[in-house]
């Protein structure tokens, strides 16, 4: 784990963007439901492992640098529209909350990428496209919520921290959002990180060196999540253990 001081002046990677609103797009109530039976099943023990490898990096910018660097919100939220969980999800675009004085009450960002590399044979066996889709969501929300559970731990170290997942909220069946009730479960409702504007593609590149790699008509060689980690004080690494590996 390392504080990440140089950070390079990209571009920012539209072609990349298009392409994950398109895969969330394509179909995000599969991962609900991926996610929920998940939960219910006890999955990130249930996971066979040996279809994939975690590792886990974790680096960390100041807040003020990865807001000059990394956070576009006009430009990112205008990809965030075409998503079905816009406006439908209180962890997503547009938040209800007040972005400048949350993101105002910290210091520093620490960003938890979860680089999941798939084994070859898996990635052959899977062959349709219902497989395909089936088994990313399966493996990605297996890691989400472990990932989010070790991020929660850690949160109950640090008071006056908060993490950030990778993705939208799962909690509930259905969302309150989408009929215009309040969120059912606020203390432990977390935003994405990316409903913020920042640029995740970005970021992944230049802190960990990864490109995003996407489905296609086979599965990846490896799926990346990105959860963030907000704190007003720098965190021991020694917190770190257990989580980045
Ligand atoms: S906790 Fe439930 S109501 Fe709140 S954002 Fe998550 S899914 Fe929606």
């Known amino acids: 784990m390392e504080?990440?001081?140089s950070v390079s002046n990209d571009s920012f990677r539209h072609e990349c963007m298009g392409k994950l609103c398109a895969q969330i797009m394509e179909d995000t109530r599969l991962e609900d439901r991926v996610i929920r039976a998940a939960k219910m099943a006890g999955a990130v023990q249930r996971t066979k492992m040996m279809d994939y490898t975690v590792k886990t990096h974790v680096k960390y910018l100041p807040m003020q640098v990865i807001r000059d660097k990394?956070?576009?919100r006009e430009k990112h939220l205008g990809y965030c529209k075409h998503c079905p969980r816009y406006g439908k999800k209180w962890s997503c675009p547009p938040l209800s909350?007040?972005?400048?004085?949350f993101l105002g009450q910290y210091?520093?960002?620490y960003l938890v990428c979860s680089k999941i590399e798939l084994d070859s044979e898996l990635i052959k066996q899977k062959d349709t496209p219902e497989k395909i889709k089936a088994m990313g969501w399966e493996i990605m929300s297996a890691v989400k919520l472990d990932v989010d559970a070790k991020l929660r731990q850690l949160e109950d170290k640090l008071p006056g921290s908060v993490s950030l997942s990778a993705t939208a909220c799962n909690l509930c069946e259905e969302c309150t959002r989408k009929d215009g009730g309040i969120c059912r479960q606020p203390d432990k409702l977390r935003y994405a990180i990316d409903a913020f504007g920042f640029t995740i593609v970005e970021l992944t590149k230049d802190l960990f060196n990864i490109d995003i790699l996407w489905s296609s008509d086979h599965l990846p060689e490896y799926?990346?999540?990105?959860?963030g980690f907000?704190?007003?004080e720098e965190v021991p690494e020694s917190l770190w253990q257990g989580i980045a590996r």
Request: glycine share 0%; proline share 0%; no cysteine.
């Open 230 to 232: 907000l704190t007003r």
């Open 70 to 72: 990394y956070q576009d």
């Open 107 to 109: 210091a520093w960002v």
């Open 223 to 227: 799926y990346t999540l990105v959860h």
């Open 3 to 5: 504080y990440n001081a």
């Open 97 to 101: 909350i007040d972005e400048e004085a």
